[in-house]
């Protein structure tokens, strides 16, 4: 166990439709970065987080959104989801947000039919 | 940005046998590789990670090495066993974001 919490576990929903996924980072970690990856593929970064405020962004889709709060845990944001669109997304999170070690989340896995 | 590209993407080997994964990254300002280990349907897990001022390190049967000259670093795993096969990423660290390889999947025959 990472200490890195992700709700839900699974998530089955129709395209068109938009759901938020939740992630509570370890203990005293202030970053938070979001990845998706598909059947098959490697890890695509989303974006990141630190204290609250943006900052990185990956490959991450305008229909996609997310933030992070006072308490420091994060959503993220799908809406007009696609077939595509269907993955695991995984949260990470880090002390100060630099290179040193993620902590991986279980990862949400959602489907979109 | 960044590119990390990961070879083999498959790798057999025997039970007791070495496996070595390969990547390579663009960006000479990336300092920090780690290296993930991820089992079907599981999170990511760290196994070892290598700072760009180290050129080797080692952890039990596990090693990693770094070249910052050729922009290549490599992960050794010696006496392979069953519980070895997994997919293997290898990842960079730039401005703040981590750039992950395509993955190795290996797998240990008994």
């Known amino acids: 166990d990472s200490g890195v919490t992700q709700t839900p576990k699974h998530l089955i929903t129709a395209t068109g439709q938009r759901v938020t996924l939740r992630c509570s980072p370890r203990?005293?970690?202030?970053?938070v970065y979001w990845y998706q990856q598909s059947l098959d593929q490697g890890l695509q970064f989303l974006i990141q987080y630190y204290n609250g405020e943006e900052r990185a962004k990956g490959n991450i889709l305008e229909r996609f959104s997310a933030q992070q709060f006072p308490d420091l845990h994060s959503e993220l944001n799908l809406s007009s989801l696609e077939l595509g669109d269907s993955a695991l997304y995984f949260c990470?999170?880090?002390?100060?947000?630099?290179?040193?070690?993620?902590?991986f989340g279980p990862g949400t896995r959602l489907l979109v039919l | 940005g960044e590119n990390v590209e990961q070879h083999p993407s498959t790798l057999s080997v025997q039970e007791g046998d070495s496996a070595v994964i390969k990547c390579t990254y663009s960006?000479?300002?990336?300092?920090?590789f780690p290296w993930y280990k991820q089992e079907l349907g599981k999170r990511p897990q760290l196994i070892i990670d290598?700072?760009?001022?180290?050129g080797e390190k080692k952890d039990q049967r596990i090693a990693v090495t770094l070249n910052k000259t050729a922009k290549h670093f490599s992960l050794h795993i010696t006496e392979t066993q069953p519980e070895d096969s997994a997919v293997y990423f290898c990842a960079s660290n730039t401005g703040n974001q981590f750039y992950f390889g395509t993955g190795t999947s290996l797998t240990v025959i008994p």
């Open positions: 990470a999170s880090s002390v100060a947000g630099g290179p040193e070690t993620q902590y």
């Open positions: 203990s005293g970690d202030l970053s």
């Open positions: 290598i700072r760009s001022n180290v």
């Open positions: 960006d000479s300002a990336s300092n920090y």
